[in-house]
């Protein structure tokens, strides 16, 4: 899965936003949107809300934990635990690059939120690749990490499924071989 | 869930079908839906859609067999088993001077003497083999006996795997196939060495953005290379769409080569 696929399914995450211009309730297949009044908020899925704003028709309100004090004891949670700590979204990373590149305007510091969404990223990085390493040293049939995003498992996913791939083949070298020979058409 | 098209937001290739249905159209204000929603738990964000066909490369490459069998059609293997091993011949050999002997006297037309040392490659090697061992007795190479055992156990970290035989897992693989007393310990060297240094390309490989890596990979047999350039790969995508360059539209490698050509005289 390529990152603009997990960006594409971080989408549909709703976001609160105070639309500018008026229109009655909308019927979609996946659900209802609406209806919009001038200064009322109202909760949309993350495409609309981009999209709305890229033609200035609405002003977007920042999620609850898009905030630098909030981040600020995420990054140091983080740093502290050894293990995953739940995130506030399991889209942070996507949402953070959404809304910081098109609604930056309505986001007070901007700047500093994506220095430390940054840094929660580069730490959960690298508590991924050590129990990766130690998954592998260990040589374990099966690990499980709670609390792991789409993205970051994207991240790592191909080169850890390889890798895995050529450990099980050399480990099949251990057993003696089997002396039957089967082809398969 | 809801599902959206959008024209803009996704990589195209030239050289490909578009794969959204399109959508642009925006006269009500609100960008038209495009196809049904797609019924589901309504823990949506746990299962992801089905990867897209990968009509981005040209070329897919058939991997290494590794384990007792090669992979017929993988290029990696059709050049790990060009690599030589040591040997001697068992009876005499006619004829062959020519073709296996290094510096054997005579011209060709010698045959070549019963315990004569050879180097042959591991293709005709395994050819040559069999149980009763009549044609041909292999050795193992340096680098799997039990002084560089004991180096690679030591630390495998340090040893340069490229100049040891660029392809000593496939090669190391294989020669399990000759029956050895030493093979099971050829075989945990070998997945130990591999496990000690994952670490290492892991944390290379993911951290070297933009920048030279010939000195990272320069000690690095070709498996690892392999993997090393798949950890690349995984770094490239998230820096290049967090650049916001996933978005924009680039030539297919596919048909990026295609003005190039010149048209000889094909149109008469």
Partial sequence: MEPAEAEFLAEKELVTIVPSFSMDRVHLIGGDLGPF???????????????????????LVPPAWMDVEKLEEIRDQERKEDTFTPMPSPYY?????LLLNYASDNIPKADEIRTLVKDTWDTRMAKLRLSADSFVRQQEAHAKLDN???????TIGTFLTQ?????????????????SQSQDF | MWYRASVTDRRRHCGTEAAAP????????????????????????AAPPPALPAMAEAYFPVGPGLGSEENFLSLDDILMSQEKLPGR???????LAFALG?????????????????EIPMWLAKGLHDSKRRIISVELPKIYKEAWRTVFSADANVVDLHKMGPYYYGFGSQLLNFDNPENPEIAQTILQTFISRFRRIMDSSQNAYNEDTSMLVARLDELERALFRAGQKGLNDFQ???????????VSSLVQNYGKRKFTDMDG
């Fill in chain 1, 37 to 59: 009044n001038p200064g009322l908020p109202v909760e949309v899925p993350v495409w609309l809300a981009v999209n709305l704003k890229q033609r200035q028709k609405c002003r």
């Fill in chain 1, 93 to 97: 990373m996507e949402l953070t690059k």
């Fill in chain 1, 148 to 154: 792991l995003t789409l993205m970051e498992i994207n």
């Fill in chain 1, 163 to 179: 890798a895995l791939d050529h450990m099980y083949k050399l480990r099949t070298n251990l057993q003696p071989a089997e002396s």
């Fill in chain 2, 22 to 45: 399109g959508s642009a159209a925006d006269c009500s204000g609100l960008p038209q839906r495009a196809c049904a929603a797609v019924p589901g738990a309504a823990g949506a964000s």
């Fill in chain 2, 89 to 95: 011949a068992e009876s005499s050999l006619p004829r």
């Fill in chain 2, 102 to 118: 290094q510096g054997a006297a005579g011209g060709s037309g010698d045959s070549i003497p019963e315990g004569s040392k050879l």
């Fill in chain 2, 240 to 250: 290049c769409w967090e650049k916001g360059q996933a978005s924009q539209i680039t």
